[in-house]
Structure formats: structure tokens, C-alpha cells
């Protein structure tokens, strides 16, 4: 099979317990993984990379023999940095917005992403590929708009990561999470879609509940967005899924909820791109099946980021298969 996956890379600086560590990142993450996951199928990334780092990030994908750089564009900008400040330990507040209950480990810091992947950079693409994951590691990877024609222009799969889309920039690179005015535009223009717990509490300007995000998201019958992964750290990742019902022959839905642990006894060494690789398992074994098991495949991908947990950045992802 053939994955696009579109994103934007960056370099990370992590800053734990005194010691930065540089590492390739972003959307990386998710291209690594899922080329080391699937050996066998082409993964295609599609990406603005900045002529600062063009060289040496396609020097490192040229180490896996299934990442085809067709649409690796390089532009005239800086690759993004992005400092990660991990905390001595996770801190788990209530919103008073939302009462939904938090885990915050880290604080970030950013430069200016690249451009936006328009459409006309993606289109030629769309029709090479059997499945697309998006994950929007700076929030602008890509428009709203292009989001929207991605979905009326492909029939295949298509999983969705939020991630930084509730990110917003400060002049001195901070960055905050803060509601989406078209979020339901966001959520229901894909197949399956993905937010950690954070995202999913502030996304929403009515500040609604994590329970009612999720009947909003997957309140559109037997299309548009089917399952919602709801990712929580150390306490594991929830599934939102539809199950159909009938009373006197009328079809109608129910949501659906189901938690799966983190997996027990992992030697923690770096949370980063944790999500990410969740979310190539996740698409993953989605693309490759039919039926959308979408239980299993969430617990093949839970399983996949505990591997990850115990290794170090992009530079490590080879060792998630063993």
C-alpha cells in the first residue's frame, strides 16, 4: 500500500532535568514510524522542509528504503525549532472552565512554522496514495480550507491528529492551547480523528465537556468522522466510537466509550512524539483493514507508544519493532 502522511518537521530541543538533547521532530515522527511499522509499504511524506535542514533530514529519511520524497518540498524558510521544558513531574490540575481533569509534564516555546501546504502541492498526490494521516504538529501544516478538499477530493482513509490546531503563538514563541471557533469543521472532515486530553478541553468556545465534543464530532450517522482517540498520557488513551441501533426500523447511533490503559512496567526515557506514534499504529492497522477494528487497533498503537516511551527521539524509532 501507498500512505501519504502531511505534517510539518521541526528540530526539538528537549530540556530535562538540566540536560537539552537536539532531535529531528514534528511530523518526522510520524513518517519514521510508520515506515519502520510497515516495511513493506510505501510512506510517502508531504511536507514543506526549510532549506536549512533540507540536506540533512532527507540525508536521514534516505535511511529507510520505503520513504519515497516525492513531495518533500524545500522552501526558502527555517525549519521550525521547538523547545520542549519537561517538568520534574506531570501535574494534574482541573480546568475551571471545563472541570475535566488535566496532566501538564511540559512547557514549549517556538519559532515561526513554514507556509501552509497549499492544495494545489497535495492534489497531484492524493490520487497515489491508499490512506492519509494528517497530523498538525505546528497547527498551520495545513488550512482548514485544504482540509476540506483533501476530504471531497479522496475516498481512502483518512486519520486526523489535532495536536497544535488549539495552539496559539505568542511574540516571544510561547504557546498556549485556546478554543477553534470552526472546530466541528476540524473534527467531522475525516474518518478518524485524534486529540490528547488538553486539546480536547479547551477546543471548543462553548467549553463543552469532553463526552459532548465527542457526540458532536461523530454525530453524523454512518458518515464523515467514525471513531475519536482521546490520548492521556500515562493514564492511557479513550476510544469514542458510534455503535448503530434500530427501533422499528429506524437506524440511529450511540456513542460509545472505551479506556485502555498505558502498558505497565516501560522504562521511561522520552514522552516526545509519543502521540505521534500512537497515531501511525492507530492509521496503520485502519489502512490495512477493511472492517475498521478500531478497538484493536487502538491497542496495537497504546502498545507501539509504550515502546517508544523507552527510547529517544526519531533517531530511536527503529527499535519500536524488535
Given at each position: 500500500?501507498?500512505?501519504?502522511?502531511?505534517?510539518?518537521?521541526?528540530?526539538?530541543?528537549?530540556?530535562?532535568?538540566?540536560?537539552?538533547?537536539?532531535?529531528?521532530?514534528?511530523?518526522?515522527?510520524?513518517?519514521?514510524?510508520?515506515?519502520?511499522?510497515?516495511?513493506?509499504?510505501?510512506?510517502?511524506?508531504?511536507?514543506?522542509?526549510?532549506?536549512?535542514?533540507?540536506?540533512?533530514?532527507?540525508?536521514?529519511?534516505?535511511?529507510?528504503?520505503?520513504?519515497?520524497?516525492?513531495?518533500?518540498?524545500?522552501?526558502?524558510?527555517?525549519?521550525?525549532?521547538?523547545?520542549?521544558?519537561?517538568?520534574?513531574?506531570?501535574?494534574?490540575?482541573?480546568?475551571?472552565?471545563?472541570?475535566?481533569?488535566?496532566?501538564?509534564?511540559?512547557?514549549?516555546?517556538?519559532?515561526?512554522?513554514?507556509?501552509?501546504?497549499?492544495?494545489?502541492?497535495?492534489?497531484?498526490?492524493?490520487?497515489?496514495?491508499?490512506?492519509v494521516l494528517i497530523n498538525m504538529v505546528s497547527g498551520i501544516d495545513i488550512t482548514l480550507d485544504t482540509l476540506i478538499k483533501i476530504r471531497e477530493n479522496f475516498s481512502g482513509y483518512i486519520h486526523l491528529d489535532l495536536h497544535n490546531v488549539v495552539m496559539r503563538t505568542s511574540e516571544n514563541g510561547k504557546r498556549t492551547p485556546g478554543p477553534v471557533e470552526n472546530w466541528l469543521q476540524w473534527c467531522t472532515n475525516t474518518d478518524t480523528l485524534q486529540m490528547n486530553e488538553t486539546e480536547i478541553s479547551v477546543i471548543t468556545p462553548?467549553?463543552?465537556?469532553?463526552?459532548?465534543?465527542?457526540?458532536?464530532?461523530?454525530?453524523?450517522?454512518?458518515?464523515?468522522?467514525?471513531?475519536?482517540?482521546?490520548?492521556?498520557?500515562?493514564?492511557?488513551?479513550?476510544?469514542?466510537?458510534?455503535?448503530?441501533?434500530?427501533?422499528?426500523?429506524?437506524?440511529?447511533?450511540?456513542?460509545?466509550?472505551?479506556?485502555?490503559?498505558?502498558?505497565?512496567?516501560?522504562?521511561?526515557?522520552?514522552?516526545?512524539?509519543?502521540?505521534?506514534?500512537?497515531?501511525?499504529?492507530?492509521?496503520?492497522?485502519?489502512?490495512?483493514?477493511?472492517?475498521?477494528?478500531?478497538?484493536?487497533?487502538?491497542?496495537?498503537?497504546?502498545?507501539?507508544?509504550?515502546?517508544?516511551?523507552?527510547?529517544?527521539?526519531?533517531?530511536?524509532?527503529?527499535?519500536?519493532?524488535?
Open positions: 500500500m501507498k500512505f501519504g502522511v502531511i505534517g510539518e518537521p521541526c528540530i526539538d530541543h528537549i530540556h530535562r532535568e538540566g540536560v537539552e538533547h537536539r532531535s529531528l521532530g514534528g511530523i518526522l515522527y510520524s513518517v519514521v514510524s510508520l515506515a519502520v511499522i510497515a516495511p513493506h509499504d510505501e510512506v510517502y511524506p508531504v511536507m514543506n522542509l526549510g532549506s536549512d535542514e533540507y540536506g540533512n533530514i532527507c540525508s536521514f529519511l534516505n535511511r529507510f528504503e520505503n520513504i519515497k520524497q516525492e513531495y518533500v518540498f524545500k522552501v526558502d524558510h527555517n525549519t521550525r525549532v521547538v523547545n520542549l521544558y519537561y517538568k520534574d513531574q506531570s501535574v494534574e490540575f482541573v480546568s475551571p472552565d471545563t472541570r475535566t481533569v488535566k496532566n501538564h509534564d511540559r512547557d514549549e516555546n517556538s519559532t515561526e512554522p513554514a507556509r501552509p501546504i497549499e492544495f494545489d502541492s497535495i492534489s497531484g498526490a492524493l490520487g497515489n496514495f491508499d490512506a462553548q467549553k463543552l465537556k469532553e463526552y459532548e465534543v465527542a457526540e458532536e464530532a461523530l454525530s453524523s450517522g454512518d458518515k464523515g468522522t467514525k471513531a475519536l482517540v482521546i490520548t492521556r498520557g500515562k493514564k492511557g488513551v479513550t476510544l469514542y466510537g458510534k455503535i448503530e441501533k434500530s427501533i422499528l426500523d429506524e437506524k440511529y447511533f450511540e456513542l460509545d466509550k472505551s479506556d485502555i490503559q498505558s502498558i505497565e512496567g516501560v522504562k521511561f526515557n522520552d514522552s516526545t512524539g509519543c502521540g505521534d506514534v500512537l497515531a501511525s499504529g492507530f492509521f496503520y492497522k485502519n489502512a490495512i483493514n477493511s472492517q475498521k477494528d478500531y478497538f484493536s487497533a487502538l491497542n496495537y498503537a497504546n502498545k507501539l507508544a509504550g515502546i517508544k516511551v523507552e527510547n529517544r527521539g526519531v533517531e530511536e524509532l527503529h527499535m519500536l519493532v524488535k
